[in-house]
């Protein structure tokens, strides 16, 4: 047999210790020039390791859940002008690692980011991971195959999924161990994660919830036969509604919500917005930037609202990112609004109208709609009088904002007409009690009856 030339891991950019999620070749199989070898899935992208040269894949040095960085090598490869002859069926023992090929860089891997398309919620910080290898430790350039702890290793305990099927499993606390994938190799498709709720759901296993939830013993969804009863046209949801469905039906089923309704005499203010948007005339500035001042006022004073749940702990965030719920023709977004504390209302307002604009155009990317601390959701534009926002989690409150209104006012001798903000404030009865959310509302309020209360 003509000398073995290895294929390594090419440079992957800053990724170490990738795990190996998928073979794509066997010994024996002939492979083209840029064929992926072997596909690696980082936190941020799958990637295929490509055969530098057309020949034979005479040995596998990797196995699924092996953790490779560059220089690894993955296989060693006959070259296609020495490897004239037919490959051999098996072979019988694994030649000794051949020398690093001296010139032959490694070509670049065909990196495949996962779509950044708009997700609705942000993702938890770093969740839990499947099982990965025992050892952390990759092959170097010189060093024979790592062994690993085979039990934790079995190709069937690693579930095959790309980075964004896994966020989206983690979001919804689903196990991907429990998933059984139908795309090609097994892979597990986001689709398929649906498929296993919805299963779970109509009472088919419940998917277990990240921190120990249990399942919902819930009876089947009613299958009924519409068109029985008159004409009917199926449409299918949009990407951002399955996924914003998901995640809303998650967050309403787990956690206790409880909405506290408060009005915020907003008469003044009014007349400040007003006298602003006339000397900013390419500026549009509406309620919506004083409400997210008033909000980040309201996170400091109260900083449990500004939290996550992590476990038994309470994540206490020292930086006021507010997302707002954005309507679209696909429908809803949460695009994020950083250091909403460190920014002018004219430059939020300027901000805001940035992030809608991008939200209709579809440009939101998945980094856009990270790290959110508290979220607005304003259907001040439409109308209504109050609602019951759903939280966007992994926070633990939410403001819903409805029409303003003129309304008559007892001042204690007479009424008097005032303008009237109906806020509605959803949170997460397990880190809030009733007391701090009427708090946290009658101190918006008071925020937005006289703004000069933020300069304090
Ligand atoms: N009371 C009275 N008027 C209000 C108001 C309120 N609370 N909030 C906004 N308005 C007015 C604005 O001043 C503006 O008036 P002009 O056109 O005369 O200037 C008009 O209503 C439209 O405002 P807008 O909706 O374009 O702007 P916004 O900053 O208030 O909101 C955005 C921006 C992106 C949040 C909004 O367009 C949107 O998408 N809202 C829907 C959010 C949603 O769907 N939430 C539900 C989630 S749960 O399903």
């Not at 004073?301 to 965030?317: E, Q, R």
């Not at 439409?382 to 926070?395: D, Q, Y």
Request: aromatic content about 4%.
């Amino acid at each position: 047999m003509a000398e073995l030339k290895e294929a390594r891991v090419p440079d992957i950019g800053d990724d170490k210790d990738v795990p190996v999620i998928e073979l794509l070749v066997q010994p024996g199989d002939v492979v083209k020039k840029d064929q992926g070898l072997v596909t690696l899935e980082s936190d941020k992208a799958t990637m295929e390791v490509p055969a530098p040269f057309d020949g034979i894949v005479r040995e596998l040095k990797v196995k699924v859940g092996d953790e490779l960085s560059e220089g690894s090598v993955v296989a060693l490869i006959e070259p296609a002008v020495a490897a004239a002859a037919p490959p051999p069926a098996k072979p019988a023992a694994a030649p000794a690692p051949a020398p690093a090929p001296a010139a032959a860089p490694a070509p670049a891997a065909v990196a495949r980011p996962e779509s950044a398309a708009p997700a609705p919620a942000p993702a938890p910080a770093k969740p839990a991971e499947a099982p990965r290898a025992a050892s952390a430790e990759a092959p170097s350039r010189s060093s024979p195959p790592v062994s690993f702890d085979a039990d934790a290793l079995m190709p069937a305990k690693v579930p095959h999924a790309s980075p964004a099927v896994r966020l989206f499993a983690r979001e919804l606390g689903v196990d991907l161990s429990q998933v059984t994938g139908s795309a090609r190799a097994g892979r597990i498709s986001k689709e398929d994660v649906q498929a296993f709720v919805k299963s779970a759901l109509a009472g088919g296993g419940a998917p277990r919830a990240t921190g120990g939830g249990g399942g919902l013993d819930l009876i089947p969804w009613p299958k009924v036969d519409f068109a029985k009863f008159g004409p009917v046209e199926s449409k299918p949801l949009s990407r951002i509604q399955k996924l914003s469905g998901a995640n809303l039906a998650r967050n309403w089923a787990m956690i206790p919500h409880v909405t506290q309704f408060d009005d915020a005499d907003i008469t003044e203010m009014e007349a400040f917005r007003k006298k602003l948007g006339e000397e900013n005339k390419d500026t549009k500035v509406t309620p919506l930037v004083f409400l997210i001042k008033a909000a980040v006022a309201a996170l400091k004073k109260y900083p449990a609202f500004n939290a996550s749940l992590d476990g038994d702990n309470l994540v206490l965030k020292k930086y006021f990112h507010i997302g707002i719920a954005v309507d679209t023709p696909d429908g809803l977004v949460v695009p994020v609004i950083r250091d909403a504390d460190r920014k002018g209302l004219l430059e939020l307002a300027k901000e805001l109208g940035e992030i809608s604009a991008k939200a209709r155009d579809k440009k939101l990317t998945s980094a856009d709609m990270q790290g959110g601390c508290f979220s607005i959701s304003s259907l001040g534009g439409i109308g209504g009088t109050a609602f019951t926002p759903i939280i966007n989690a992994p926070e633990v409150a939410i403001l819903g904002v409805s029409r303003s209104a003129m309304k008559p006012v007892w001042n204690g001798k007479d009424f008097d007409a005032r303008l009237m903000l109906p806020l509605s404030l959803s949170y997460d009865h397990r880190v809030i009690d009733g007391a701090a959310a009427a708090r946290f509302t009658a101190y918006l309020a008071q925020v937005l009856g006289d703004l000069r209360r933020l300069l304090l």
